[in-house]
C-alpha cells in the first residue's frame, strides 16, 4: 500500500490538519483498515478505491480515526481530493461515495478545492448540566448537531474565551456523540476570518482536532444566520491552525481549502 500524509485547509507544510491517505484497488478487511489508521495515528485515516464507470460515484471512500469509523470527515476528504488531482489519478469533479451519501470535490485553478457536504440540521437545546465546567467556560447558546455530525455545538461570549479554553475531555465526551464544538464571532474580522471555533472530539479518540471540516457543515447555517452573508471564513484556532472558506446553499454546504502533501511513501506490514 502507498500511503500519503496530506495537511488539508492550508497551503503550507505543517500546518492545518494532518490526514493519512491510501488509494487502494478494493478495501480490505475493516480489522485491516483500523489498525492502519492506528499505526499512522492522525485524526482521520482515508481510504478510497475506484467505482465502474457509468454509476452515480467514482470512487468509495473511508474515513478512520486511530479507534473508529467516521460516518462524514471533511479534512480527510480534502486531502484524497488533492492526492487524487495532484497524482492525475482522477481529473475533474470527484464524486465520493461515502456513509454520508455521495460527496463532490471540485478543484480550481488555483489550487483550491471545494467540497460539497450536506449541511448539519441545528436543533437548540438546553445548555446539558455539566457541559460549563467540563468546557471551563459559559455557554451563550447550545445546538445539536444531528446525527451525521454527533457535535454539541456551544456558542461562547467572545474570540478570547475560546482560545483560552482548557477543556476538560474525558468530562466533555458524556455530552454528545462524537464531542463538543466552541465557537464565537471574530474579534478582527479584517484579518480575514469572520468567526473562530475550537472542536473537540474524546468519544472518536481525537481530544482536539486541528482543522474540522465537517464542523464547518454546523458552524457554516449558525454564523450565516446570525451575519448576513452566505459566503464566511472560519479559522479554526487549534495548535496548528487552519481556514475553511465556507458557502451555505440550503440543503448543502460548500467548504473551501487548499492541501499539501508532505510524506510519500510505502506501507511495508
Known amino acids: 500500500m502507498r500511503i500519503r500524509i496530506v495537511d488539508a485547509f492550508t497551503d503550507r507544510p505543517f500546518t492545518g490538519n494532518p490526514a493519512g491517505v491510501l488509494l487502494l484497488d478494493a478495501f480490505p478487511g475493516d480489522d485491516r483498515l483500523q489498525d492502519v489508521a492506528l499505526e499512522v495515528n492522525h485524526a482521520e485515516t482515508a481510504f478510497a478505491h475506484p467505482l465502474p464507470p457509468g454509476g452515480e460515484a467514482d470512487w468509495a471512500l473511508r474515513w478512520f480515526t486511530p479507534v473508529t469509523e467516521v460516518a462524514m470527515c471533511g479534512h480527510a476528504t480534502l486531502a484524497t481530493a488533492h492526492v487524487l488531482h495532484s497524482t492525475g489519478a482522477h481529473s475533474g469533479p470527484v464524486r465520493f461515495a461515502t456513509r454520508s451519501g455521495v460527496l463532490v470535490a471540485t478543484p480550481a485553478e488555483d489550487g483550491s478545492i471545494t467540497l460539497d457536504f450536506p449541511t448539519a440540521p441545528l436543533t437548540r437545546v438546553e445548555v446539558p448540566d455539566g457541559v460549563a465546567e467540563a468546557l471551563g467556560a459559559e455557554p451563550l447558546t447550545v445546538f445539536d448537531t444531528g446525527p ?7 456558542e461562547l461570549a467572545d474570540e478570547e474565551t475560546v482560545r483560552a479554553l482548557r477543556p476538560d475531555h474525558r468530562a466533555l465526551g458524556a455530552h454528545s456523540a462524537r464531542g463538543v464544538i466552541a465557537t464565537a464571532r471574530a474579534e478582527r474580522p479584517d484579518l480575514g476570518h469572520d468567526f473562530v471555533s475550537r472542536c473537540f472530539f474524546p468519544n472518536v479518540g481525537i481530544d482536539e482536532d486541528a482543522v474540522t471540516g465537517s464542523a464547518h457543515t454546523a458552524l457554516a447555517p449558525f454564523w ?14 487549534s495548535p496548528r491552525s487552519g481556514h475553511v472558506r465556507t458557502e451555505l446553499r440550503g440543503a448543502r454546504t460548500l467548504l473551501k481549502g487548499r492541501a499539501v502533501t508532505v510524506i510519500d511513501g510505502d506501507l511495508l506490514a
Open 224 to 237: 450565516s444566520e446570525r451575519l448576513g452573508r452566505a459566503e464566511l471564513t472560519g479559522l479554526q484556532a
Open 148 to 154: 451525521d455530525i454527533g457535535d454539541l455545538l456551544v
